[in-house]
């Protein structure tokens, strides 16, 4: 039997309140559980690729980047990891070890990924293909669009 889909608003530093821990439907059954992910349904963007990492040595971090437009979730499958987020306004850490909630990332939040479990696999799935111009890779960049995005645009005269 499926468990209803929930999703909860994280409480976090300003900004960061688009970030969503998100349930995910289990069947149980005595030979293994199953979970799945519908796009649309249990995330709010179609999936146009997932990707995975995997053998992330200790004490290593991942991340270091924020997206223009590019939706993510992310999923512990195996073991834990740490999701450290900024929406410009403070961060604030997100800890993942379980394969039936993932963590919704909005664009124009900075991430990073980090306290790796030895086996752990982390599953994320993106809104858009691989494109290296959506990325923002420094932060002091990702600060500046975030405070020319937020200032109000003069009305014509």
């Known amino acids: ?21 998100v349930d995910l439907p289990i069947v149980h059954d005595p030979r293994g559980n199953l979970t799945f992910i519908e796009a649309q349904r249990h995330i709010p963007f179609d999936i ?20 223009r437009a590019l939706h993510q979730f ?3 499958m195996s073991g834990s990891f ?9 961060r604030q850490r997100f800890h993942l070890n379980r394969s039936y909630y993932g963590l919704y990332v909005p ?12 086996g752990s696999v982390a599953l994320a799935l993106a809104s858009d293909y691989f494109d290296e111009s959506e990325y923002i890779r420094d932060y ?18």
């Open 82 to 90: 740490d999701v450290v987020l900024d929406a410009g306004h403070g």
């Open 107 to 118: 664009p124009m939040v900075w991430r990073e990924l980090d306290n790796f479990s030895s």
């Open 48 to 67: 146009k690729r997932i990707y995975y990492l995997y053998d992330v040595p200790g004490g290593s971090a991942r991340g270091g980047h924020a997206h």
């Open 140 to 157: 002091d960049r990702f600060l500046d669009e975030i405070r020319i995005s937020s200032k109000p645009v003069p009305v014509p005269a």
């Open 74 to 76: 992310l999923i512990a």
């Open 1 to 21: 039997m499926s468990r209803a889909i929930q999703t909860h608003q994280v409480e976090a530093a300003a900004g960061l309140e688009r970030c969503q821990f």
